[in-house]
């Protein structure tokens, strides 16, 4: 199956900086990728729809300014979390679907202390 | 509103046995029902899928049931192996799950296998 590459895998940060997380697709072309939070032994929460060339969705009750996601080609997105706070700790995964199927990133775990 | 329900959170299932899963939607527009499957620490891997128009879908062990009339879905694990211990996601989604339109999530169960 089709390759998502999500980078990196953790990232420890200190309160108040920023964090970029890459999603690629690497072995096929995206024009939606997607962006989900997920807290310990919880589901999948949907954060935002990244189309390419285009601004993103967010779903509601997310920050769109505090999570500023761009979609500048067809195989890459990106998220920034924005002076980040022990709150935005959690486990961030990306998803691009080729056809039907979605396949996911491998997930960045984001701790901010 | 949640959209998607899943049960039981937690399975515990013999090595060997069979693990049930279920789900129910609300949303007659869905159209499209995957289930994933996720290991920790890392993201979910689409295990198999199937839409309305098919009442079962059977790959290796795992099977889906569909019943439109009464929205509710299940996963069936045939001889269900120590290795299947994960966190079992069902999903749905709209468009027949094409390319832009998202996935709803159900909660999640998580499955152990005794050997």
């Known amino acids: 199956g089709a390759v998502v590459s999500q980078h990196p895998s953790w990232v420890i940060c200190k309160s108040g900086t920023s964090v970029k997380i890459e999603c690629r697709s690497l072995?096929?072309?995206?024009?939606?990728m997607f962006w989900y939070r997920q807290f310990p032994k919880q589901s999948l929460m949907l954060m935002a729809t990244s189309n390419e060339g285009s601004k993103a969705t967010y779903e509601q009750g997310v920050e769109k300014d505090k999570f500023l996601i761009n979609h500048a080609s067809l195989t890459l997105s990106t998220l920034t979390v924005t002076s980040a706070h022990p709150e935005d700790s959690s486990f961030y995964i990306c998803?691009?679907?080729?056809?039907?199927?979605?396949?996911f990133g491998q997930g960045t775990r984001l701790t901010v202390v | 509103q949640q959209q998607v329900k899943q049960s039981p959170q937690s399975l515990i299932v013999q090595k060997g046995g069979i693990s049930i899963i279920n789900c129910a939607y609300e949303n007659t527009a869905f159209d499209y029902f995957p289930w994933y499957q996720q290991f920790p620490g890392k993201g979910p891997a689409l295990l198999i899928a199937?839409?309305?128009?098919?009442s079962e879908k059977k790959e290796g062990r795992f099977t889906i049931s569909f019943n439109k009339s009464a929205k509710q879905f299940s996963l069936h694990i045939m001889d269900s192996q120590p290795g299947d211990s994960a966190t079992y996601f069902c999903?749905?989604?709209?468009?027949?799950?094409?390319?832009?339109?998202?996935?709803?999530f159900g909660k999640g169960t998580l499955l152990t296998v005794n050997p």
């Open positions: 199937i839409r309305p128009d098919v």
């Open positions: 999903a749905a989604s709209k468009g027949g799950g094409g390319s832009n339109y998202k996935l709803t």
């Open positions: 072995d096929f072309q995206a024009t939606t």
């Open positions: 998803s691009a679907k080729q056809g039907t199927e979605a396949f």
